[in-house]
């Protein structure tokens, strides 16, 4: 069970725009930054958003994140075949021996 | 170009050992945070451990805490995570990735920022 509450599946039709949540508790969202990441099918993870809603250079402004008290989210909008995949968020848990929790990821399909 | 290349993954039978590697370049290995990440089989993203860029600071995840060991050779730009007690909830493909740290006006933060293609490791008998 991940520590981070995503749902595990979205969908949406080309050109429409969907969202993720990722939801979490005070010692992770709620104190620190989110992150996103695509991981394309066979692929390795990548970083699409971080620190809650900073794009790194060349991903598409289609891509926008957000975070509001413990939960955060991540919005893809004029949605594109290409966009299919597994995404997840990340944060830190200020709780834990560790430093990085992940959500359990949401499988986005492009109808 | 920036590159991670995980190698060591294999087949080894319960209780066994496995040392995984991470060969970085394109960047100064010697100034980065280094993470083990792993996903298993049709499952999501489990951070594993970490290494502070000089090697003095690591965490573990309760999971692999007592069984695995993040080590780094900063002459050699390589990473790696000795795995010793094997279980079948240890399969995976195991990233290699690296940690970046910035600052703003008020705060300094750190995120995994690149990632290797990923080794796979099954523990089966």
């Known amino acids: 069970q991940s520590v981070l509450t995503q749902p595990p599946s979205a969908s949406g039709t080309p050109g429409q725009r969907v969202t993720i949540s990722c939801s979490g508790s005070?010692?992770?969202?709620?104190?620190?930054?989110v992150y996103w990441y695509q991981q394309l099918p066979g692929t390795a993870p990548k970083l699409l958003i971080y620190?809650?809603?900073q794009r790194p250079s060349g991903v598409p402004d289609r891509f926008s994140g957000s975070k509001s008290g413990t939960s955060a989210s991540l919005a893809i909008s004029g949605l594109r075949s290409e966009d299919e995949a597994d995404y997840y968020c990340?944060?830190?848990?200020?709780?834990?021996?560790?430093?990085?929790?992940f959500g359990g990821g949401t499988k986005l399909t492009v109808l | 170009e920036v590159q991670l290349v995980e190698s060591g993954g294999g087949l080894v039978q319960p209780g066994g050992s496995l040392r995984l590697s991470c060969a970085a370049s394109?960047?100064?290995?010697?100034?980065?945070?280094m993470n083990w990440v792993r996903q298993a089989p049709g499952k999501g993203l489990e951070w594993v451990s970490y290494?502070?860029?000089?090697?003095?600071?690591?965490y573990y995840a309760d999971s692999v805490k007592g069984r695995f060991t993040i080590s780094r050779d900063n002459a050699k730009n390589s990473l790696y995570l000795q795995m010793n007690s094997l279980r079948a909830e240890d399969t995976a493909v195991y990233y290699c990735?690296?940690?970046?740290?910035?600052?703003?006006?008020?705060?300094?933060?750190?995120?995994?920022?690149?990632w290797g293609k990923g080794t796979t490791v099954t523990v089966s008998s």
């Open positions: 620190r809650n809603n």
């Open positions: 290494i502070s860029s000089s090697g003095s600071t690591i």
């Open positions: 990340a944060a830190w848990d200020d709780s834990l021996s560790g430093r990085w929790v």
């Open positions: 990735a690296r940690e970046v740290g910035a600052a703003t006006i008020t705060s300094y933060y750190y995120y995994m920022d690149v």
């Open positions: 005070s010692s992770n969202i709620g104190s620190n930054y």
């Open positions: 394109g960047f100064t290995f010697s100034s980065y945070e």
